[in-house]
Nanobody, 115 residues
Framework: QVQLVESGGGLVQPGESLRLSCKAR????????MDWYRQVPGKQRELVAN???????NYADSVKGRFTISRDNARRTVDLQMNSLKSEDTAVYYC?????????WGQGTQVTVSS
């Protein structure tokens, strides 16, 4: 059974940092691309960053230079280091994997950036 569990969200001030982590179970982690998405109420879920099995990364323009995605295949985790956070980064962040012909999502973790 595929399971994704996010952690690390919280309340921070603008300019501060947070590190999100997603623990994966139930599939062959090292072979699959892993994604981080985020969603604010009333808007579509948007892709923040992803990392392929080979370690290639892709970022939304809005987070380039501030966020870094990484993976640890031995620990089956994918992390999102978020620096220089802005109020517009406030959202629920979700870990995602596409496998067995469908998307799987974690429960989400809230990130709030506010002074």
């Amino acid at each position: 059974q595929v399971q994704l569990v996010e952690s690390g969200g919280g309340l921070v001030q603008p300019g501060e940092s947070l590190r999100l982590s997603c623990k994966a179970r139930g599939f062959i982690f090292k072979f699959l691309t892993m994604d981080w998405y985020r969603q604010v109420p009333g808007k579509q879920r948007e892709l923040v960053a992803n990392i392929t099995s080979g370690g290639s990364t892709n970022y939304a323009d809005s987070v380039k230079g501030r966020f870094t995605i990484s993976r640890d295949n031995a620990r089956r985790t994918v992390d999102l280091q978020m620096n220089s956070l802005k109020s517009e980064d406030t959202a629920v962040y979700y870990c995602n994997v596409y496998t067995a012909n469908r998307d799987y999502w974690g429960q989400g973790t809230q990130v709030t950036v506010s002074s």
